[in-house]
Nanobody
């Protein structure tokens, strides 16, 4: 499975961006998908995940109410809509896929995308 993330960029505080993660290769309809981020000098942080079979979503407290994860009907692309962005959201965002579950530690992730930079200016 290959994951291609896109949609990052530079935005002012309060603005919005939508990230996309396209899955290709040997894909499975039961993969859970998610997003993580890593800011300079900080550890990788869980952002959001979506259960592939039920569509249930889970978020980090820091983004709850501002970010929304979704998937397309073909179940090959996952999106992260980011609203009310803050400078603290500045990071490289990585999409992730797991045959079991995208856990908050990322230890159960089987595949990682290449990352897309999000920069929020104050």
């Amino acid at each position: 499975v290959q994951l291609q993330a896109s949609g990052g960029g530079l935005v002012q505080a309060g603005g919005s961006l939508r990230l996309s993660c396209a899955a290709s290769g040997r894909t499975y309809s039961s993969y859970d998908m998610g997003w993580f981020r890593q800011a300079p000098g900080k550890e990788r942080e869980f952002v959001a995940t979506i259960r592939w079979n039920t569509g249930s979503t889970y978020y980090a407290n820091s983004v709850k109410g501002r970010f929304a994860i979704s998937k397309d009907n073909a179940k090959t692309t996952v999106y992260l809509q980011m609203n009310s962005l803050k400078p603290d959201d500045t990071a490289v965002y990585y999409c992730a896929a797991s045959k079991s579950v995208v856990d908050r530690s990322g230890n159960l992730v089987d595949y990682w995308g290449q990352g897309t930079q999000v920069t929020v200016s104050s």
